[in-house]
């Protein structure tokens, strides 16, 4: 059994950063790939960045590289995003997952945190 706990979402202004945290408990999951999804309003969830098991290897959606950043702390079990730039597109509900992979030409997971919300005005 593994606990994803999110953090660090807000309400903020278009063009203000904010770096989300996800602390995994129950087991160490530094053998796991992770990753951030994100869900907007009356849209389906969307894959955002994953990271590989060593922190090696990340990988993003178009809409957002080069604006956000994908990272991981094995010591502390923790997963960070790092968003920069945030525009009003960006508002959701953003959801840590970690053993993450393609499958069927999807992103999917294994296991899933209860998200935090990202509010980004204009």
């Known amino acids: 059994q593994v606990q994803l706990v999110e953090s660090g979402g807000g309400l903020v202004h278009a063009g203000a950063s904010l770096r989300l945290s996800c602390a995994a408990s129950?087991?160490?999951?530094?053998?796991?790939?992770m990753g951030w999804f994100r869900q907007a309003p009356g849209v389906e969830r969307e894959f955002v960045a994953a990271?590989?098991?060593?922190?090696?290897?990340?990988d993003y959606a178009d809409s957002v590289k080069g604006h956000f950043a994908i990272s991981r702390d094995k010591a502390k079990n923790t997963l960070y995003l790092q968003m920069n730039s945030l525009k009003p597109e960006d508002t959701a509900i953003y959801y840590c997952?970690?053993?993450?992979?393609?499958?069927?030409?999807?992103?999917?997971?294994?296991?899933w945190g209860q998200g935090t919300k990202v509010t980004v005005s204009s």
């Open positions: 997952a970690a053993s993450i992979r393609r499958a069927g030409g999807k992103w999917v997971s294994d296991w």
């Open positions: 129950g087991r160490t999951l530094s053998d796991y790939s």
């Open positions: 990271i590989s098991w060593s922190g090696g290897t990340t």
